[in-house]
């Protein structure tokens, strides 16, 4: 693939301070266009800025739209790296399959991010925590109404340096458990990550906030039973002694921390269940006290300890509303190989 760069005049000042999440956006973006007759084309770096698009374009009304969220990293030697983007490119044409957007050459795909972080690099901030999130999305950008199958699309990368998650030290969340609205069902798009998963969560998410609850833990939406997910995360608990995870049945997400999570606990001699788990027997696991821990992990937090967990009137709390064991090992060794402190065993690491 080759990509054109031009580069910016107009270099903006590099935040270093209250960085937050998705304020900030670096100096360029990566586009490229996609037609059914010629393919991708005029892979280009510009200077970030405002895009032109006409008011009939496919994404803003049926919903074309499919992303992916990654880091990079910046080592205590300076070098820049990214954590398994082979895995995003994979999951980003699992998504695009399923809306029948075009699919990107995976190496494409990663090369058009290195390219990318590599002329915004001095945004990749330096301290242990903060990162340089990467937003990969690509949308139908057909200019008619019609609905009909998508023949021109966008695919665009851009840059947004973000602090750390836990600046105060890793707080347990407070979750409520969803009985109303559901995310997502098998058959759906529950296992894309696409825009429109996000604004299905929106009312519920809502909700939760307005009664003091960080985020929601959605169960299925066909028996609502089945625990899924816990707001844009994926969820782990330890029940006796055991770890379980919700198994990959159509309706979540299949998280990149997920996959990790599972791999870095089978290699610490931890039993890892993937399998249907029914708030019933969470909700008994908790009463009888045998509910050890309970995370979600996510590309944004890595792990992120649930405290308490609201169910049908009453507010369990999980090991007296502090981080766990597990939970904090995941934290140590995930953050390690993101940040390059501790040994890449796995071959995750992909430098810049
Ligand atoms: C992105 C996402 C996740 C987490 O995936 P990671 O690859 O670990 O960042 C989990 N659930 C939903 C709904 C998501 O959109």
Redesign the pocket.
Known sequence: MNISITKTTAPKAIPTENLGFGKHFTDHMFLMDYDRETGWSNARIVPFGRIDMHPAATVFHYGAEIF???KAYRREDGKVQLFRPY??AR?MNNSAERLRLPQIDENDFVDAIKALVKVDEAWVPANFGESLYIRPFLFGNDETLGVHSIRKATFIIILSPSGSYYPEGINPVKIMIEKDDV??VKGGT?FA?CGG??AA?NRAGENAEKKGYTQVLWLDGVHRKYIE?V????VMFKIDGEIVTPELTGS?????????CIEVLKNQGYKVNERLLSIDELVEAMKDGKLEEAW?????AVVSPIGKLYYDGTEYVINNGEIGEVTQKLYDILTGIQWGKVEDTYNWIESI
Do not use: D, H, Q, V
Not at 231 to 234: E, F, L, Q, V, Y
């Open positions: 992916e969220g990654l895995e995003n999951r995310r997502a529950g990550k998963n996000y969560a997910e707001g844009a995360m994926n979540i997400l299949p998280g990149i921390t997920r996959k990790s979600g992990c996510g590309t944004a």
